[in-house]
Antibody, heavy 119, light 107 residues
Framework: QVKLVESGGGVVQPGRSLRLSCTAS????????MHWVRQAPGKGLEWVAV????????YYADFVQGRFTISRDNSKNTVFLQMNTLRIEDTAVYYC????????????WGQGTTVTVSS | EIVMTQSPATLSVSPGERATLSCRAS??????LAWFQQKPGQAPRLLIH???TRATDVPARFGGSGSGTEFTLTISGLQSEDVAVYYC?????????FGPGTKVDIK
């Protein structure tokens, strides 16, 4: 069964860092672009970042402002989101999702991991 | 940045009736548009991509149309399990942006 499982969420103080992971199974991970999308409590979906299948292309939402870095380890079927200088407004459920190409629809999603930024 | 808007914000439809959801892009996205369904407490699910192509295992009552800046998601014959929030998303240019969503419920 094709699956994505996120981990690494938690409660963190403003200004601190957190690294999220997303591990894939039952498909050839290295053939797919991978995205991070977030959803603040009671709000809509917000795209965060994408990496191409080989990490040669990476794009970010404007609000990231150099604070987040997406990376991947194809040998471990895992994509990461390193989040630095976290703000209260970064509080959200963070989903990873795959797409066949960077410029394509996200067809498989994980269940999400919750990040709470609070003092 | 391409801004996506959706209307209406909430749509109440009787069972078996048609639901028509609209999505507009602030500039042309060609056919690089997807529709997602999200039920409470669940992750989003891809329904439609390339504006009109149903994703795997999506029932035929879900249909997408449009190109450029105007898009429509039609649910023909609403069922109780279709109660959800529906989002459109453009992937023509990064940052890939979502619309604010349309909440569909049963009248």
């Amino acid at each position: 069964q094709v699956k994505l499982v996120e981990s690494g969420g938690g409660v963190v103080q403003p200004g601190r860092s957190l690294r999220l992971s997303c591990t894939a199974s039952a498909f050839t991970f290295s053939n797919f672009a991978m995205h991070w999308v977030r959803q603040a409590p009671g709000k809509g979906l917000e795209w965060v970042a994408v990496t191409s299948f080989d990490a040669s292309d990476k794009y970010y939402a404007d609000f990231v402002q150099g604070r987040f870095t997406i990376s991947r380890d194809n040998s471990k079927n895992t994509v990461f989101l390193q989040m630095n200088t976290l703000r209260i407004e970064d509080t959200a459920v963070y989903y990873c999702a795959r797409s066949h190409l960077v410029y394509y629809g996200m067809d498989v999603w994980g269940q999400g991991t919750t990040v709470t930024v609070s003092s | 940045e391409i801004v996506m808007t959706q209307s209406p914000a909430t749509l109440s439809v009787s069972p078996g009736e048609r639901a028509t959801l609209s999505c507009r892009a602030s500039q042309s996205v060609s056919s690089n548009l997807a529709w997602f369904q999200q039920k409470p407490g669940q992750a989003p699910r891809l329904l439609i991509h390339v504006a009109s192509t149903r994703a795997t295992d999506v029932p035929a009552r879900f249909g997408g149309s449009g190109s450029g800046t105007e898009f429509t998601l039609t649910i023909s014959g609403l069922q109780s399990e279709d109660v959800a929030v529906y989002y459109c998303q453009q992937y023509s240019r990064w940052p890939f942006s979502f619309g604010p969503g349309t909440k569909v419920d049963i009248k």
